[in-house]
């Protein structure tokens, strides 16, 4: 362990305050905390703890995503994603707030959908062998497959147990938000994880055309939900998973009601 300043200790040649959670993601975990055990005990106006409660998970979920990213390309050997601030979990440090964060609620809110959010940027020359550049793109997916994981276990250990109906309704959306998110991002679609994880293995001239298309992989992503025959198809995989993993239907179309407070 060295030292940048004075009693600064440095980790692998970064400042230890470049790890440190920033206070605008431990304020996401603390509304999701709150408006969860408000939930639970409906206090208050349980459609709009419901809400609060699923996009703070959202976002939080969002933030870990991206820091999954960023550790394993710091360890990799790229020391600039912690200079750009992407270790410290906030997420108006993952590219542009409206793409990163206001978008991906958006489609929350309107469609049931977990849109993959903001990006880190990695410096892929820092990074040596293709294996470590597919990890790098894999950490964000795994870290959302795990998450669905973690929640369908709660559900089905802790339904029945205690709480209100209105906060495992809205358990079981974050859940199926995961889910989606899981799929989507291991698409293998240009400028997605899923497309990245392939790209270090492509040929040259695949690889050049990739990255033509990169820049317009959110553009290629609704477009091909648009469809309906390939929309239709992500969809029914979707819920099959679901029902496999024993995600109620009916529980989850119940929360995504309830975030939609507006309407009721």
């Not at 609060?52 to 999954?68: D, I, P, T």
């Not at 994880?197 to 001239?205: A, K, N």
């Amino acid at each position: 362990m060295g030292y940048d300043r004075p009693g600064e200790p440095l980790v692998l040649g970064v400042p230890r305050a470049a790890f440190r959670p920033s206070p605008v993601f431990l304020a996401l975990v603390a509304l999701f905390v709150t408006s969860g055990t408000l939930a639970w005990n409906q206090v208050g106006n349980v459609r709009v703890d419901v809400f609060l409660f699923v996009v703070s998970g959202w976002l939080v979920s969002l933030c870990l995503h991206e820091y999954a990213h960023a550790v394993v390309a710091f360890r990799a050997g790229d020391r600039s994603v912690a200079h750009r601030g992407y270790l410290t979990l906030n997420p108006f440090k993952y590219t542009h707030p409206l793409l990163s964060v206001v978008l991906p609620v958006a489609v929350v809110l309107l469609g049931g959908i977990g849109l993959p959010g903001g990006a880190v940027w990695v410096d892929r020359h820092a990074i040596p062998g293709r294996l470590r550049h597919t990890l790098v793109s894999l950490a964000g997916p795994a870290t959302n497959v795990l998450f669905t994981l973690v929640l369908v276990a709660a559900l089905r250990i802790g339904t029945g147990t205690g709480g209100s109906v209105e906060f495992w309704a809205g358990l079981a959306l974050l859940a199926f938000l995961q889910l989606t998110a899981s799929v989507l991002n291991l698409l293998p679609v240009p400028g997605l994880d899923g497309g990245n994880m392939i790209q270090p293995w492509l040929t040259p001239q695949w690889r050049r055309m990739y990255d033509l298309f990169a820049p317009y992989g959110f553009i290629l992503l609704f477009a091909l939900l648009w469809n309906p025959r390939i929309g239709g198809w992500f969809f029914d995989a979707v819920f099959a998973v679901a029902n496999l993993l024993g995600l109620p239907p009916w529980l989850y179309a119940a929360g995504l009601d309830l975030i939609r407070f507006w309407q009721g």
